[in-house]
């Protein structure tokens, strides 16, 4: 018996930009839903996001909009609005990520959308949710972590608060998005019934405060910066080498008694003010310069070797290139080529390995409109009247 892709069958519409709706329906596509990406006649604002460019196309927007079909629509018009609800109509997942409001004065907020289609999934993936007294603040990945705390978390004490390399609250905000559609996809199968999913960027990023929001709550004071440390766990972060940097992670007290004696440093193991872990966080300076002075006389290939064989988490800080060219990475797939219509391209390949129906990379990001005359066609519209529709400027083909 032929296994077929875990989502297939599924048709989704996404009305969404940027990285964190996009990321979302990149990974249901990956999983064999029906991805149609309807853009603004000036597509997807990611498309300007550049240099660089691969091909022509901006790196940003290829690195979220694979599996996709395009569709350029001029949802201000009413022929425009008459072809989402259309659309809407025979979908099972509507995802937007618009100001709360916009889709209503489009004329498909949920409610209409529900009349058109009571089986539609529909969530709308905002900044700020969907009511309270911040719901009409504009939000992106920065301001979110900065509205969430965690902004407040990241850096070192008495620095500039800094941001995570990549848009980690978007992509946070995806990642929910997409648990709460698939839950609603699995309850829809006992009651036949759509429902509106209400994500908010902020309380998926407040969420992930976990055990800080929890410190807070323990103490009632702010937590640290505490630059690459754990605020639990020591040692539990970055260190300098001879050389370079390494990342070590000791998390329990049976591999703090390992990793002493693994750098020679087994007068460590009981001493006073490092013997357990509770001991070593309130004297965690300290700690640091004690490792540093001994990690100092090694290279950074040299430490890890020694804490690989003796089973210590710890790692070298890849450069990009480094790990894009790293046989793990290579060796499970997560770096392939691919033939497009604008030439062959790199891509990242997809987390989800199962058994009978992994994921899949199947085709390039889209071209700005590039599949809205057979998108058109599948709805039922007839060829005179695609002519007429893009005459009248409603789509881009």
């Given at each position: 018996?032929?296994?077929?892709?875990?989502?297939?069958?599924?048709k989704?519409?996404?009305?969404?930009?940027?990285?964190?709706?996009?990321?979302?329906?990149m990974?249901?596509?990956?999983?064999?839903?029906?991805?149609?990406k309807?853009?603004?006649?000036?597509?997807?604002?990611?498309?300007?996001?550049?240099?660089?460019?691969?091909?022509?196309?901006?790196?940003y927007?290829?690195?979220?909009?694979?599996?996709?079909?395009?569709i350029?629509?001029?949802?201000?018009?009413?022929k425009?609005?008459?072809?989402?609800?259309?659309?809407?109509?025979?979908?099972?997942?509507?995802?937007?990520?618009?100001?709360?409001?916009?889709?209503?004065?489009?004329?498909?907020?949920?409610?209409?959308?529900?009349?058109?289609?009571?089986?539609?999934i529909?969530?709308?993936?905002?900044?700020?949710?969907?009511?309270?007294?911040?719901?009409?603040?504009?939000?992106?990945?920065?301001?979110?972590?900065?509205?969430?705390?965690?902004?407040?978390?990241?850096?070192?004490?008495?620095?500039?608060?800094?941001?995570?390399?990549v848009?980690?609250?978007?992509?946070?905000?995806g990642?929910?998005a997409?648990?709460?559609?698939?839950?609603?996809?699995?309850?829809?199968?006992?009651?036949g019934?759509?429902?509106?999913?209400?994500?908010?960027?902020?309380d998926?990023?407040?969420?992930?405060?976990?055990?800080?929001?929890?410190?807070?709550?323990?103490?009632?004071k702010?937590?640290?910066?505490?630059?690459?440390?754990?605020?639990?766990?020591?040692p539990?972060?970055?260190f300098?080498?001879?050389?370079?940097?390494?990342?070590?992670?000791?998390?329990?007290?049976?591999?703090?008694?390992?990793f002493?004696s693994?750098?020679?440093?087994?007068?460590?193991t009981?001493?006073?003010?490092?013997?357990e872990?509770?001991?070593?966080?309130?004297?965690?300076?300290?700690?640091?310069e004690?490792?540093?002075?001994?990690?100092?006389?090694?290279?950074?290939?040299?430490?890890?070797?020694?804490?690989?064989?003796?089973?210590?988490?710890?790692?070298p800080i890849?450069?990009?290139?480094?790990?894009?060219?790293?046989?793990?990475?290579?060796?499970?797939?997560?770096?392939?080529?691919?033939?497009?219509?604008y030439?062959k391209?790199?891509v990242?390949?997809?987390?989800?390995?199962?058994?009978?129906?992994?994921g899949?990379?199947?085709?390039?990001?889209?071209?700005?409109?590039?599949?809205?005359?057979?998108?058109?066609?599948?709805?039922?519209?007839?060829?005179?009247?695609i002519?007429?529709?893009?005459?009248?400027?409603?789509?881009?083909?």
């Open positions: 018996m032929e296994n077929h892709p875990p989502l297939q069958g599924i989704v519409l996404d009305l969404t930009q940027a990285m964190a709706g996009p990321i979302a329906t990974l249901l596509g990956d999983l064999g839903a029906e991805i149609i309807i853009e603004p006649p000036s597509g997807d604002q990611t498309r300007s996001w550049a240099p660089p460019f691969i091909n022509g196309i901006s790196a927007f290829l690195s979220v909009n694979r599996n996709k079909q395009s350029s629509l001029d949802l201000k018009s009413p425009g609005q008459e072809i989402l609800k259309k659309l809407a109509a025979e979908a099972d997942i509507l995802i937007e990520n618009f100001r709360p409001g916009t889709l209503d004065r489009l004329g498909l907020s949920y409610g209409e959308a529900q009349k058109l289609n009571p089986k539609l529909y969530c709308s993936l905002s900044g700020y949710g969907q009511d309270g007294p911040q719901k009409d603040w504009p939000g992106y990945d920065l301001t979110v972590l900065a509205s969430s705390g965690l902004l407040s978390l990241n850096g070192e004490e008495g620095r500039t608060p800094i941001k995570f390399g848009p980690i609250a978007d992509i946070v905000s990642l929910f997409n648990n709460a559609i698939l839950s609603a996809l699995y309850e829809r199968t006992g009651s019934k759509g429902q509106h999913i209400d994500m908010s960027m902020l998926a990023n407040f969420l992930i405060l976990t055990h800080q929001a929890f410190n807070y709550f323990a103490t009632g702010n937590p640290r910066k505490l630059g690459s440390a754990h605020s639990s766990i020591a539990y972060q970055v300098r080498t001879g050389d370079s940097f390494i990342a070590i992670a000791v998390g329990t007290e049976k591999l703090w008694k390992v002493c693994s750098i020679g440093r087994e007068d460590l009981n001493h006073e003010l490092f013997s872990n509770t001991k070593r966080v309130q004297n965690r300076d300290r700690l640091v004690e490792l540093e002075k001994t990690f100092s006389r090694k290279t950074t290939s040299e430490l890890f070797q020694s804490l690989l064989k003796a089973g210590i988490p710890a790692a890849n450069t990009v290139e480094e790990a894009i060219n790293s046989p793990q990475i290579r060796a499970r797939g997560m770096v392939s080529t691919m033939d497009t219509p030439g391209i790199p990242t390949g997809t987390p989800f390995k199962m058994s009978r129906t992994p899949k990379v199947s085709k390039a990001p889209p071209q700005l409109g590039e599949d809205s005359e057979s998108i058109l066609s599948a709805a039922g519209y007839s060829s005179d009247e002519e007429a529709i893009k005459r009248d400027g409603v789509i881009n083909a």
